[in-house]
């Protein structure tokens, strides 16, 4: 079994920032990619950041240059620094983890998710 918790989302100002974490716990042998995905009201889940194990990144073209993904392998944890932040990023941020485990092989698992709010 594995788990992700999400924490850090929040209320703040347009241009405001925050930094959003997600640690993963459980049987866990090796971490691949992890990413934060976010989803607003109405919307499609998206993919916002991707980060490998060797600290490859992806980021989306809408918060390429205000946001940035990095990891800690020790940790088993990834981050979201998040600048600049617009009304438009207001979303559920959810953390996902591709993991290998000890008993159950390898699956992506989800974060339950934390409520970001940019608004003034």
């Known amino acids: 079994q594995v788990q992700l918790v999400e924490s850090g989302g929040g209320l703040v100002q347009p241009g405001g920032s925050l930094r959003l974490s997600c640690a993963a716990s459980?049987?866990?042998?090796?971490?691949?990619?992890m990413g934060w995905y976010r989803q607003a009201p109405g919307k499609q889940r998206e993919l916002v950041a991707a980060?490998?194990?060797?600290?490859?990144?992806n980021t989306a073209d809408s918060v390429k240059g205000r946001f940035t993904i990095s990891r800690d392998n020790a940790k088993n944890t990834v981050y979201l620094q998040m600048n600049s932040l617009k009304p438009e990023d207001t979303a559920v941020y959810y953390c996902?983890?591709?993991?290998?485990?000890?008993?159950?092989?390898?699956?992506?698992?989800w974060g339950q998710g934390t409520q970001v709010t940019v608004s003034s």
């Open positions: 996902n983890a591709d993991v290998v485990t000890y008993y159950s092989g390898r699956f992506g698992s």
């Open positions: 459980g049987s866990i042998l090796s971490i691949y990619t």
């Open positions: 980060i490998s194990s060797g600290g490859s990144t």
